[in-house]
């Protein structure tokens, strides 16, 4: 399971200085005999998980602490919400939950449907971007692009070879390949970025990668990671 500050560049769990994530799952449930899954929200006042949902988290760092945030940038503004909701919608069964939805498929046909939304949401994108836009929804940064943005750069490192999506990598596509590199120029997002970490969680999962092995490549030297 997840586990905290076992491996370079991870952090150790400095308020209840726990082990592995499923500790602070039963820490709230004594009696929780359920998968550990991250991110994880934790309110250290109530001691409490808060949430355990990407997409909840990003809405709740974007508007839900008020002054205590830095209000700089919307995540979700109103003038965008519609057309965000709309992207979100396609985005996640699609293409974020698709490459999981190849990569653990027990049958050819649903590997083979998961294989189709995948590339076929890569092609829209990749269509999407042809008029010169820097973001997904013009040239403001919103929530979508977050959420693209973390299925893309495990793409070629993990969900190409291990999940079987292997049509074609980020990088064969030019605006997705020239997208995914402005988004790393976004300022604080680089720093989020671990392949080594990438690499590790991945190819530790036992069913998809038995013997344990982790693949050498790919080279990300034109990303500088």
């Known amino acids: 399971g997840w586990r905290f500050g076992n491996f370079p560049g991870a952090q150790q769990d400095p308020l209840n200085h726990a082990q592995y994530l499923h500790e602070i799952y039963t820490r709230v449930a004594p009696d929780y005999t359920g998968r550990a ?46 057309e965000i909701d709309a992207l979100n919608e396609s985005l996640y069964p699609r293409l974020n939950n698709g490459v999981y939805r190849a990569g653990f498929a027990t049958t050819s046909i649903s590997y083979q449907q998961a294989f189709n939304d995948v590339f076929s949401q890569l092609d829209e994108l ?24 973390v299925t893309l750069i495990r793409f070629d490192v993990a969900y190409h070879g291990l999940f ?10 030019t605006l997705l390949n020239r997208y995914l590199k402005s988004m790393l120029s976004v300022s604080g997002v680089r720093e989020t970025v671990s392949i080594d970490h990438i690499k590790q ?23 500088g990671l």
């Open 37 to 82: 899954t991250v991110p994880v929200l934790w309110d250290k006042k109530t001691g409490t998980i808060v949430s355990n949902e990407s997409a909840d988290i990003v809405r709740m760092f974007n508007s839900g602490f008020g002054n205590l945030a830095d209000n700089r940038i919307d995540l979700y503004p109103d003038a965008l919400r519609a």
């Open 126 to 149: 990749e269509a999407l971007l042809s008029d010169g836009r820097t973001f997904l929804l013009g040239e403001r940064l919103t929530e979508t692009d977050i959420r693209l943005f």
């Open 164 to 173: 079987k999506c292997n049509l074609r990598r980020i990088r064969d596509y």
């Open 201 to 223: 969680g991945y190819y530790s999962i036992k069913a998809l990668n038995p013997n344990g092995i982790v693949p050498a490549g790919p080279d990300l030297s034109e990303y």
